[in-house]
Every structure is written in C-alpha cells, then in structure tokens.
C-alpha cells in the first residue's frame, strides 16, 4: 500500500513538473516571439526616424581668425607700401543634425592636402600659413594678404537643403579672387545631389544646349568670352524651389567685372530630361 502511495506521488511530482516545463516552454516561446516583434517595430520605427525630413538651425561657428598689420621702414621706392595688413578668418556653421555637421565639415575640408583633417590639424595649418605670410611680408612688403573661407546656409525646401562653401583670396594684385561653391543635399539619404543625379550621361548635351541659350539670351552686357564649342556643364550646381542653378566662376564665362555667373534653368525646362530615378524621390512636384 505504502509502495503504490509513493509510486503515485513520484508520478504526480514528474507530472506537476512535466506541465510546469511545458508552460515554461510556452511563455519562452512566447516571450521570444514579443521580443522579435518588438525588434522589428523598433528597427521600423528608427528607419521612420532617419527618414524624418528636420527643420534645420543653424548658428556660426568660427574657427580661426588673426589679423596683424606690419609696419615697413621708410623706402625711396613710390609703390612700397607703408604697411602690410594680413588677414586671416575661417567659419563654418553648426547645425543641429551632428551628421549633418560632419559634412560639412567634410565639404568645407576636402581640398586639403591631409584626409580627413581634424579641427585641431586644420587650425594648426593655418596658423603656420600665417606666420609664414608674416615673415615674408617683412622681407618683401605687399599691399595686403587676405584668405577667408565660410559656410552659408542657403534654404530649405521640405528634403532638399543647399549649402555653400565660400572663399575671398587676396595676395597683393590689383584684385582678389572670390567664389563660391554650391551643394543641395537629400537629408533622408545623406546624399548630395549631383549632375549624374538628375541627368543621364546621353542627356547631358541637351542641357547644355538650353544653358547655353540662357547664357545668350541673359548676357546682354557683356560680349561671350567664349565660344559654344568651349562651353561645358558646370557642376557646381544646387536646385532651389523653381529650379536648377549652375554656377560659374569669374573669368570661367564672362570678364572679372561680370562677376560670378549664375545660370538658371526652370524645372519646366528640364523636366523631359531629368533621370526616371530623380523624378521618383519627388524632389519636384510635376503637374
């Protein structure tokens, strides 16, 4: 009797343990399934982020600024100047999206000789450029030095953001130079834009057509300091509200005196040639 009790109540407890593991079992399994359903939502819900077009701000940001004036002993020499003034002064912008901020970065860096220079580097770079301009003024005097270089922001539409990096280089001569160089970036895809973007190689030729009759019809100032067999597509270019800005610089188009050159083409206009792929991430509502 006592031997058939304990037979039952072991089998009772293996039982009891059975079910037990057979629940635990279930609400593993079921804990999992939430865990993977809540990944995938979670995955989902950052990819919605990311792709949340943001209102950009922004606030200037300086990064190297030093100016001196050197004094030049007396000269028998008309055109010596009596003094040199040296001015240096380089900014950028800070936004507030940090990808956005290493762009650019990226962008107002990439002609220097060191990738991927870091802030610390870059004001060094200058600061040695700097001195060395002070040193050789001293030996021989110049009517002034002056090398600046800025980040704008130009507007916003919805995605769509446009930069510009600009500069102003002066070294003595009867004028300095000064441009600007443009970029329109997708904030969803981190991409800037650029001419491969919106046009097929096979089209290129026909834009260059419409913007060389917009260079005609627009230049009636000046005479063209070049031919159309010389004109090319410029690729310093940025898309605003109504349309596609290409940009030249001074001399590149027109005499100094003209100044920078900004052709323009209406979404309208082009409208026939833009890539299947730039008219599907609907940059440009067409009617």
């Not at 001569?173 to 970029?183: K, P, S």
């Not at 650029?194 to 627009?218: A, G």
């Amino acid at each position: 009797m006592k031997k058939t009790l304990v037979a039952a109540l072991i089998s009772s407890v293996i039982l009891l343990t059975s079910c037990q593991d057979k629940d635990t079992e279930t609400k593993i399994k079921q804990l999992n399934q939430t865990v993977a359903q809540l990944t995938t939502e979670n995955v989902k819900l950052k990819e919605q982020i990311e792709k949340t077009v943001p209102a950009i701000f922004v606030e200037n940001e300086e990064i190297f600024n030093q100016s001196e004036i050197i004094k030049h002993p007396k000269s028998k020499e008309d055109y010596q100047p009596e003094e040199t003034k040296i001015e240096y002064s380089i900014s950028t912008i800070k936004t507030n999206i940090d990808w956005l901020n290493d762009l650019l970065w990226k962008k107002l860096t990439e002609n220097e000789e060191m990738k991927n220079i870091s802030r610390e580097q870059f004001v060094a770079r200058y600061q040695t450029a700097f001195e060395e301009d002070k040193k050789e003024v001293k030996e021989t005097p110049s009517f002034g030095i002056s090398h600046s270089m800025w980040t704008d922001f130009i507007a916003q539409k919805e995605k769509l953001a446009t930069f510009a990096i600009s500069f102003y280089d002066y070294e003595g001569g009867a004028h300095g130079i000064e441009g600007n160089r443009y970029f329109t970036i997708d904030l969803t895809t981190r991409h800037i834009l650029t001419l491969n973007d919106l046009f097929n190689e096979k089209d290129l030729p026909k834009v260059k057509t419409l913007l060389w009759e917009q260079y005609n019809n627009s230049n009636k100032e000046y005479e063209p300091v070049i031919g159309a067999d010389s004109f090319s597509l410029s690729n310093n270019i940025y898309l605003d509200s109504r349309g596609v800005h290409f940009i030249y610089d001074v001399y590149e188009i027109a005499p100094y005196v003209a100044g920078e050159q900004d052709l323009f083409l209406y979404f309208g206009q082009l409208e026939e040639l833009f890539r299947p792929e730039f008219k599907r991430n609907n940059y440009v509502k067409f009617l």
